[in-house]
């Protein structure tokens, strides 16, 4: 939402329920599985068009005016502009049988930053319980390579309810010139976590626990121009529908989180970008 502070520590969008009235279980179906990786590589193949040059790099450059500068300005005043999206196959909209996907997409500006101090925060998983706190609880680079990251995170959400996931993140960085960076992170691994950080805390695999979170796939732009670099990040979530009779619990989780973690990240990272003034100087790759 404009204006407000907030990013995604482009792997950390994914969540775990810990609610305070039990909610049943929901496994993760083959057919639902299926649906979310048609859409995914739909998705995908959209963006292969974007990062090739065939479409405009971002999404704000894809808008026509006046629309389009009135996106600009709103970025320049420090707003995150988001907005929801649907990848259609063909003309139709792709059936998801006993699950949701949620697709949104989200820009900010991170004013008068070079790509080599934007590359050099982004990158700092092991800053990121302090530069994302209270959403990221802790985190840990499990193995690294010049342009890819095994990252394992803890994540807390509340709306409504708590929600606490752990989930392992493979991260990948592609400089497409000295200018323009892209990522794409997949969660995998991910747990259910009750009662986190108690003596009798329990981790449950998503795939067998209440299904707030099934997948996660977030990809992010970064563009460096005279302003400043534009991060634009787009993520792609699968969750559970919502169960008859317990809409005024899960539906506000399910359908607000996606958006409002998104958002909150990139302000976040507008922040500690902006705020940065002794990060080390890191190349991106060619």
Known sequence: MGGRRTHAAVASLALVLVPAAPAPTADLKPATLAAFERYVALTEARMAG??????????????????????????????????????????????????????WVGTVLLPGATMARVQ??????????KHFEPMIQRARVLK?????????????????????LDAD?????????????????????????????????????ADKGRGYLWRLNTYC?????????YEQCESVSLTRDVP???GWLIKPFITSIPRDT????????????????????LRPAL
């Open 50 to 103: 974007e990062q090739s040059g065939a479409a405009p790099f971002l999404r704000v450059d894809r808008q026509a005016d006046p629309g389009r500068k009135a996106i600009l300005n709103r970025l320049r005043m420090g707003e995150v502009v988001s907005v929801r999206l649907t990848t259609l196959d063909g003309r139709r909209e792709i059936d998801v049988p006993d699950g949701l996907i949620h697709h």
């Open 120 to 129: 050099a925060f982004v990158r700092d998983y092991a800053q990121y319980p």
């Open 144 to 164: 690294e390579a010049p342009d890819r990251f095994d990252v394992t995170m803890r994540t807390w959400a509340k709306k409504v309810i708590t929600v606490v």
């Open 169 to 205: 993140y493979a991260v990948e960085y592609r400089s497409l010139s000295p200018m323009r960076v892209v990522t794409r992170s997949v969660a995998s691994n991910i747990f259910e976590v009750d009662d986190a950080g108690e003596p009798g805390e329990k981790r449950t695999p």
């Open 221 to 229: 732009w970064f563009d460096e121009r005279p302003e400043g670099v």
């Open 244 to 246: 008859f009779g317990l």
């Open 262 to 281: 998104l958002e909150f990240t990139l302000g976040q990272v507008r922040v500690g970008v902006t705020q940065a003034r002794a990060l080390p100087v």
